[in-house]
């Protein structure tokens, strides 16, 4: 038997380790090989993290496989493009799969956030590969820009579909107050892109992780959802620094960059549970009801959130765009070959 106290233990214990014991550890990036080492439960990623992944050499083969799959799937350039586009998304998924026992979050075209029916139309075509690579919906999470359109194009697919969707590009509380009432499966606040702002727009440069905006903003949402009883679960994402993630810690779930995930498994400081269940019952916070145009003028009325949203779309849709440029290339360049 161990004569160590448990407050020796715990700080021989890496503040990862201690996290995992209350959060749901996710790992956020398209580069699979990096997952291994910190054995997360999911997997989350987007454009730009499949866009650098894309790039690697480890990863060509992938970017082959795809392209080909697009060739043979026929029609346009612009539709066979589409097509290696969705497989390759997928492709790095089942990767992903192989490497964790959760979920992989996939992404739908940034380009579509205003667009209800077509949002809905790429997710099930990201559906239908995954399962037919064997792949059940229930570890796929289909990400979503959180517009209006966005979340009710996750409502249809959790109602109609039985789509588990994870509602990204979040900023606001209107925004989750709307996703909450979607029925959504998860929704994804980013906390570093919150705090950029209030760097960049205010006086102040440095903030404690206490009152840092982007935790202060994940904890209220995550306190209204477990006062409200909503089912819908909160991942904090988009970190800068690790003091953000512990400072969240007791959280639904947490994605985390490799590199923080990294630091965080060197780290043998405390983490101490900060958001937890009987607290936020405790809270007081008043339910709200949000249709479109209260959603609109709420989202509106939130400077940072309007201007972070429009912020992300534009740069995970140009992300999307040189992936797409880069296929392109990459297809021109084999058909030479093979003439």
């Keep these: 038997m161990s004569s160590e106290s448990p407050d020796k233990r715990r700080k021989m214990e890496s503040a990862l380790n201690q996290l995992k014991k209350h959060t749901v550890v996710v790992a956020d990036t398209g580069?699979?090989?990096?997952?291994?080492?910190?054995?997360?439960?999911?997997?989350?990623?987007?454009?730009?993290?499949?866009?650098?992944?894309?790039?690697?050499?480890?990863?060509?083969?992938?970017?082959?496989?795809?392209?080909?799959?697009?060739?043979?799937?026929?029609?346009?350039?612009?539709?066979?493009?589409?097509?290696?586009?969705?497989?390759?998304f997928v492709s790095f998924g089942l990767e992903i799969l192989k490497k964790v026992p959760g979920r992989v979050s996939t992404e739908v075209d940034a380009r579509l956030s205003y667009d209800r029916d077509e949002m809905v139309a790429k997710a099930l075509r990201l559906i239908a590969l995954y399962e037919e690579a064997g792949i059940s919906k229930e570890r796929v999470l289909i990400k979503l820009s959180s517009t209006w359109e966005g979340i009710q194009a996750g409502k249809e697919l959790e109602e109609k579909h039985g789509v588990h969707c994870n509602m990204t590009l979040l900023f606001s509380f209107a925004q989750a107050v709307a996703c909450a009432e979607a029925n959504v499966t998860l929704i994804s606040p980013f906390v570093g892109r919150i705090l950029d702002w209030y760097k960049e727009n205010t006086d102040r440069k440095s903030y404690e992780p206490h009152d840092d905006p982007g935790v202060v903003s994940v904890t209220k949402i995550y306190n209204y959802y477990k006062?409200?009883?909503y089912s819908t679960v909160v991942m904090g994402a988009s970190f800068?620094?690790?003091?953000?993630?512990?400072?969240?810690?007791?959280?639904?779930?947490?994605?985390?960059?490799?590199?923080?995930?990294?630091?965080?498994?060197?780290?043998?400081?405390?983490?101490?549970?900060?958001?937890?269940?009987?607290?936020?019952?405790?809270?007081?916070?008043?339910?709200?009801?949000?249709?479109?145009?209260?959603?609109?003028?709420?989202?509106?009325?939130?400077r940072m959130a309007v201007e972070k949203l429009s912020d992300g779309i534009r740069k995970f849709a140009a992300d999307a765009i040189k992936l797409e440029t880069m296929i392109k290339v990459r297809r021109r360049f084999s058909a030479t070959r093979t003439v």
């Design 227 to 229: 006062k409200f009883g």
């Design 240 to 302: 800068r620094n690790t003091g953000q993630v512990k400072a969240l810690a007791g959280c639904d779930l947490l994605t985390i960059s490799p590199g923080l995930l990294a630091e965080l498994s060197q780290d043998h400081s405390t983490v101490s549970v900060t958001l937890d269940v009987a607290k936020a019952k405790a809270c007081n916070l008043e339910k709200i009801h949000l249709d479109e145009k209260g959603f609109r003028w709420e989202h509106n009325e939130d």
């Design 31 to 88: 580069d699979f090989n990096a997952i291994d080492e910190y054995k997360p439960q999911d997997a989350t990623t987007n454009p730009s993290l499949i866009l650098a992944a894309a790039k690697m050499p480890a990863y060509q083969p992938l970017l082959d496989q795809a392209i080909k799959y697009g060739i043979a799937k026929g029609g346009t350039e612009e539709e066979q493009v589409a097509h290696t586009m969705d497989k390759l």
